[in-house]
């Protein structure tokens, strides 16, 4: 139940935080959730510090984020 809540929010975290209708079939959207899953599996203490994310998912959200935007551009200019 803890894993399928955690996948379930990923995919709501992911699209809030690329703010665009970003590709779910990627490879690079399935590593990045894969990452944020992980992230959160590891740090699910009820209190602590709060771990800031990893870089590299900063990074992948900012690509999925312009990859989506480029992808509807494109598609209103045909």
Known sequence: ALIQ???DASIEYLANAADANIDTSSKLYDLA???????????????????????????????????????DESGGAS
């Open 33 to 71: 959730q894969k990452i944020l899953i992980t992230h959160w599996y590891e740090n699910r203490e009820p209190v602590g510090k709060a771990d800031m994310l990893p870089f590299s998912l900063d990074s992948m959200i900012l690509q999925l984020r312009y990859t989506a935007q480029d992808s």
């Open 5 to 7: 809540s955690l996948i």
